[in-house]
């Protein structure tokens, strides 16, 4: 709750959240103190000063009855705010029982409720008013139902939807299984869920409702005489608008500054309680410096060299670096694994290497060069056919509303000047080369039309479209099945021979990268702990535990499995020292203070530990078979 | 003492079938794991057993009742695969728990028993006022079993539960779920596409494919002698130490699609991907049109293949 305090209070100190309380403030004050210090004034009826202009006796001038504009505008203030905002509470109320009703009434009286709410939300909301207005009678009452009946179908589309996406989450079926009933079920789960961006159009609402209660006052169908509201000030200032503009003016201000003060603070509330509608970008400062980490040995053929690579993002605290120095070089037709836990910085790194951190991420590093030149400086058209990319989810990687075939023949008609047919041609021919049945058929189909793991072919397929240097997938498998997960790592396998493509891998899964790269870099909290070929013993006490926990089916069924005791640090809290310290079995008083750098440890093979395991324990099978 | 059973059920959404025909025994007090790939209708099975699936034919029966007959408050919980979603962010996790307590537990039994549940999957009870978004992945799953185990259950049906976690958080989980499997001598159905977490935590495994199980019998005999084909190739493509994963056979089945729900495959499902189906052995056409499941009970493992090894 703390939190929310100061979320609060940090939204107050922005600009527009300042406005927003001054605003609604002076609103409030008004409203509540304004009749009960000139109610006198504002009624006092002066026969001697008829229409006047303003004067500093009557700073707005007087109306046709002598009375002070002045007061009369301020006075007004409690009857235009406050019939506003109950007209829009009893259309909130109403809104949410119509778009609460359908999941709790039986099925069919739930869909015709949905119909008719469906047909009143096709009407504007004034006209509705309107004629709400007419067969309510004119006067106030008259038109607060109007109001609220005008904005209430909009509220209940507004809810039957929210509620409809919570309905769909595993809570709330984990809620029926245990049996809580359909009431229940709403009033503790969906509702409370649903909350937020309720009360934040509500309060948008509100505004929408003051400018709406002020038309009808002033066509004559809101509040009647002799109560007045800024609506109906505004249709009696009329009338002398040319002897004492300010009598029209002055309620006409007042109501656009009501309306900015619901609309602000509707921006403000949202802004806290999460429902996004822009993003800060303060509080972050520069990017602190670090001391660049041991250089690599420069591996001159490299297709790829990182050094001293990182991330960073801002943050409300200052930046948080989620990826914090980390080097490696990829050979030419080399096949590389980078494995970790989620949050250890596996997948930023590949998106910076193909420069797709987008703002406000910031991408340093010592040396960052593909294919022998700077990767910031490469032209798109040599990256975009150099370098291929496979993301997790082939479902939104590829254009829905396009053929694949198309898709793919972009490619070389951006980066290689081919003609459409041209292109496309090439496209079905790639397609044949990542082993997609019938191509040709195919690639005139659309995304949806082919099943995940040719999805994924076709992403290959697409990175194959020039002649890439580098093949970077991102979990490629993890949204496949067992068998098509092989038939993937095979296409990604024959690529590599076929193309002299060298593959970076990130999986999480370290049994199949010890399994398809000869080497595996192991990330652990933003830092590469481990870069070892994959068939010799790994020597990071992190490694070790990864391969540990890993289930086979070798696994012994009798024994408890292997876990890593604790959880990794989150990128914006590391800890002094080695990062892995907390659960390592190993860790020493050094560990904790002095952060180990990736160092030789044998012929290709680096770790970044000071208490590196050398000896070959037992249960180091893994490593062996995958040799 | 509860045995879950799966009487010949099927699963309709307009012209899909999702599960045909399952007949599935979960007997008292053990662990049947279900493997198959996503959209062979392993979860939807799962879904009928608690009521968030319809049943269009068949019956799932808990001892013998149907389990629509049971009091809403079933003793059938579930855990789901994503303990982000499953938790109500809004609701402490003590709150949740006492939820799916059964009614009539008096108020200060409540808090006693969520400490209780809390310890049991050893989480500290001082959390229980937490919200889950304070929590881990791995609390969060943890959270999720204990609000199953508070509704007392008989059957604890676990749908996926490591596949959203880290492999180092997952061995934790795994070993809390077995040991409180044993523990409460629950029944229990295991659900997970991933075939090393099923033989590690199953005493029976059976194998879906398409809506239909195509093999069933005791883990270590389904897992070392596999009678059923796509059994075999479930088992060749898990990542094992023994073998390369990589090693390119000249397979003309090696690049097949797996079978669209939407237009099953006449005869028997698999033959379209089957290595010794039609597309193998030309003389083999029985597989295309007769349809394997209706004989399965007589064969090893009752496996649907014409030709089980």
Redesign the interface.
């Known amino acids: 709750m703390a939190r929310r305090g100061s979320a609060w209070a940090a939204a107050v100190r922005t600009p527009v959240g300042a406005c927003s309380a001054v605003l609604l403030a002076g609103v409030v004050v008004l409203a509540v103190l304004a009749p009960l210090l000139w109610s006198d004034a504002a009624a006092a009826i002066d026969t001697d000063a008829i229409g006047q202009s303003p004067s500093g006796a009557h700073w707005f001038g007087t109306d046709a009855l002598g009375r002070d504009l002045f007061f009369r505008t301020l006075v007004a203030t409690r009857l235009s705010v406050g019939l506003a905002v109950l007209a829009t509470a009893i259309g909130v109320g109403i809104g949410v029982v119509l778009g609460t009703l359908p999941s709790v009434l039986p099925r069919w009286a739930g869909r015709l409720l949905t119909a008719v709410v469906d047909i009143a939300v096709a009407f504007p909301g004034l006209l509705l008013a309107l004629f709400f207005a007419v067969i309510f009678g004119v006067g106030t009452q008259g038109a607060v139902l109007a109001i609220a009946f005008a904005v209430a179908p909009a509220f209940a589309r507004l809810v039957q939807t929210l509620s409809a996406s919570v309905s769909g989450?595993?809570?709330v079926?984990?809620?029926?299984?245990?049996?809580?009933?359909r009431v229940r079920l709403l009033a503790?789960?969906v509702l409370?869920?649903i909350g937020e961006p309720l009360v934040v159009n509500a309060t948008i609402g509100a505004g929408s409702a003051l400018l709406a209660f002020a038309g009808l006052s002033f066509l004559g169908i809101g509040v009647q005489a002799p109560d007045f509201d800024w609506g109906r000030l505004l249709r009696e200032g009329l009338d002398g608008i040319y002897v004492n503009p300010v009598a029209a003016l002055a309620p006409c201000c007042a109501v656009v500054l009501a309306g900015l003060a619901f609309n602000l603070v509707g921006e403000t509330v949202a802004g806290v309680v999460g429902v996004r509608t822009r993003t800060s970008r303060r509080g972050a400062g520069p990017l602190p410096s670090v001391p660049p980490a041991v250089a690599a040995a420069p591996a001159g053929d490299a297709v790829l060299v990182v050094e001293n690579l990182r991330v960073a993002f801002p943050g409300p605290g200052g930046w948080t670096v989620p990826v914090r120095g980390v080097s490696f070089s990829v050979r030419p037709g080399e096949a590389i694994g980078v494995v970790g836990?989620?949050g250890s910085g596996k997948s930023l790194t590949a998106l910076a290497v193909s420069r797709l951190i987008e703002a406000p991420g910031v991408v340093t590093a010592d040396r960052l060069e593909f294919d022998g030149k700077p990767v910031d400086k490469a032209p798109d058209r040599e990256l975009g056919t150099a370098l291929a990319m496979v993301f997790q989810d082939p479902m939104t990687s590829f254009n829905p509303a396009r053929r694949v075939g198309r898709q793919l023949a972009e490619v070389s008609e951006q980066h290689h000047g081919l003609s459409r047919r041209a292109a496309f041609a090439r496209a079905v021919d790639r397609l044949a080369a990542v082993?997609v049945?019938a191509a040709a058929r195919r690639a005139r189909q659309y995304p949806h039309e082919f099943?995940?793991?040719?999805r994924q072919r076709a992403m290959i397929g697409m990175g194959l479209m020039g002649q890439p240097k580098l093949v970077i997938a991102d979990e490629p498998t993890t949204a496949l099945?067992?068998?098509?997960?092989?038939?993937v790592?095979?296409l990604l396998?024959?690529t590599r021979e076929a193309e002299g493509a060298a593959i970076l891998l990130i999986s999480?899964?370290?049994?199949?990268v010890s399994?398809?790269c000869e080497r595996m870099l192991v990330m652990y909290a933003g830092r590469v702990v481990e870069d070892l070929p994959t068939g010799s013993p790994a020597q990071h006490p992190y490694t070790r535990?990864?391969l540990a926990?890993?289930?086979?089916?070798?696994?012994d069924?009798d024994e408890?499995?292997?876990?890593?005791p604790g959880?990794p640090p989150e990128p914006d809290q590391v800890p002094e020292g080695c990062a892995f310290a907390a659960r390592c079995p190993l860790a020493s008083d050094r560990c904790r203070t002095e952060d180990p750098v990736l160092e030789p440890a044998a012929e290709g093979h680096r770790v970044a530990c000071w208490h590196p395991q050398v000896s070959v324990l037992s249960g180091q099978?893994?490593e062996?078979?995958?040799a | 003492m509860s045995a879950l059973e799966f009487a010949g059920v099927s699963v309709r959404y307009g012209r899909l079938t999702a599960v045909d025909g399952v007949s599935l025994t979960v007997p008292s007090g053990q662990v049947v794991g279900l493997v198959g790939e996503s959209g062979s209708g392993k979860s939807t099975l799962a879904k009928a057993a608690v009521g968030l699936a319809p049943v269009s034919a068949g019956r799932v029966l808990l001892d013998g009742t149907d389990v629509r007959r049971l009091p809403r408050r079933r003793p059938l919980q579930m855990v789901f695969q994503d303990p982000y979603s499953s938790l109500d962010p809004r609701m402490a996790i003590g709150e949740s728990i006492t939820e799916a307590m059964p009614r009539g537990t008096a108020r200060g039994a409540r808090r006693a028993e969520v400490a209780r549940l809390l310890e049991l999957v050893h989480l500290d009870p001082e959390r229980a006022g937490m919200l889950p978004g304070q929590l881990s992945g791995g609390q969060r799953q943890r959270v999720a079993l204990a609000r199953a185990l508070a509704g007392q259950p008989k059957v604890l049906i676990a749908d996926e539960i490591t596949s959203a976690l880290d492999v180092s958080v997952q061995g934790a989980v795994l070993n809390l779920v077995r040991d409180v499997q044993r523990r409460l001598a629950l029944s229990m159905l295991f659900i997970s596409h991933n075939l090393a977490v099923v033989r590690y935590v199953s005493d029976i495994v059976a194998v879906m494919y398409l809506g239909r199980i195509v093999e069933a019998g005791p883990a270590e005999q389904v897992l070392t002698d596999p009678q059923h084909p796509y059994t075999r190739d479930l088992l060749a493509s898990a990542p094992s130490t023994h073998r390369d994963l990589l090693a390119d056979t000249d397979d003309p089945l090696a690049d097949t699609e797996p079978a669209d729900p939407h237009h099953p495959p006449a005869g028997c499902r698999y033959h379209p991907r089957c290595p010794i189906g039609p597309l193998v052995h030309t003389d083999r056409t029985l597989c295309t049109h007769a349809d394997p499941a209706a004989d399965a009970a007589h064969r090893p493992h009752r496996a649907a293949c014409h030709f089980a090894a």
């Open positions: 989450r595993d809570f079926a984990a809620a029926r299984i245990s049996g809580v009933g503790r789960h409370p869920n836990e989620s082993r049945p099943s995940g793991g040719m099945d067992v068998t098509v997960q092989r038939q790592l095979r396998a024959r999480h899964d370290i049994a199949v399994q398809t535990a990864l926990t890993t289930v086979d089916l070798d696994t069924r408890p499995l292997a876990v890593i959880r099978s893994h062996e078979g995958a």
